[in-house]
């Protein structure tokens, strides 16, 4: 486990005119430890350019990251970088599009063999990942191409999981997925949750950073327009929409009965809602 800290993060994109595009901005933030966290904002907020600095897919153009005890900045020799792609996995969005190996087993083993264990070792590790994440065994043999959607997102993260990462990083992990399909993902992030796993999730999802995250980290053409707490978040509904964001079903409910002169907070959850509904209703009330 890790924590994540930005310390004045930026990145230039050099382009043909030798301006280039700045995609990050000074950016400084720490997630700390164990911590599930939110990368939000509208399309081109520099979520992804941020989360590709964090597994020095891309180095920082000014500024550092920390992972832990290990430094990314533009100075970071490449011999090193191995040691961050050891302790950040990366699930990219649709990652079950990267599956390749004959069997379930084989392709989730891959990556801890491409680390250095032997083939017993990491075989042993793929079956323990996916174990714990209720992978049936029956199906260890099978093509991963084969399975339900669902299934294939499971082992194209388990195929990450077994590398043993400190940071996670999803890039939008329900996206593609039918209802059950998205249900069982995000079980399968708030176990990763419980384990102590640190997260970073870029999603457009609102109801979903409602529910998983701890912590939200709002981008604004490449700038740091709000880090803290989810409620924190969408009790303002002016930053949501200066943010072009939008509130989750729940509090944007919430939001209508205030307006009708019935105010019971911001829910984070149907279920929240309901309750509070419920204590109005049965002559209570409950203004957090």
Do not use: C
């Amino acid at each position: 486990m890790a924590e994540v800290k930005f310390n004045q993060v930026s990145y230039r994109y050099e382009g043909s005119d030798n301006i280039g595009t700045t995609a990050v901005a000074k950016i400084s933030a720490t997630v700390p430890s164990g911590t599930t966290a939110a990368i939000i904002g509208h399309t081109g907020s520099g979520k992804s350019t941020l989360m590709q600095m964090v597994d020095a897919l891309l180095l920082p153009t000014q500024g550092e990251i920390q992972v832990g005890d290990l430094t990314i900045n533009a100075q970071t020799p490449k011999k090193e970088l191995v040691n961050v792609h050891r302790r950040v996995g990366y699930v990219f969005q649709f990652p079950e599009k990267q599956l390749f190996a004959p069997t379930v087993l084989e392709d989730v083993a891959f990556g801890p063999i491409n680390l250095g264990r032997s083939e017993e070792e990491a075989r042993q590790a793929a079956k323990e990942t996916l174990a714990a994440l209720n992978f049936p065994p029956e199906q260890l043999d099978h093509s991963p191409l084969e399975l339900s959607g669902g299934q294939m997102r499971r082992v194209a993260l388990a195929g990450v999981l077994a590398m043993e990462p400190d940071v996670l990083i999803l890039d939008e992990p329900t996206a593609g997925l039918d209802p059950a399909g998205q249900e069982e993902l995000l079980r399968l992030v708030e176990g990763l949750h419980q384990r102590g796993i640190t997260v970073l999730m870029i999603t457009h999802q609102m109801d979903q950073v409602a529910r998983l995250a701890q912590q939200v980290l709002v981008l604004n053409g490449g700038k740091l327009a709000f880090d803290g707490r989810p409620a924190d978040l969408f009790a303002q509904p002016d930053l949501l929409e200066q943010n072009h964001l939008a509130a989750p079903q729940s509090v944007a409910f919430a939001n209508r009965l205030k307006q009708a002169g019935i105010n019971i907070g911001a829910p984070l959850s149907l279920s929240k809602l309901a309750a509070k509904i419920a204590a109005q209703v049965g002559g209570g009330h409950n203004d957090e």
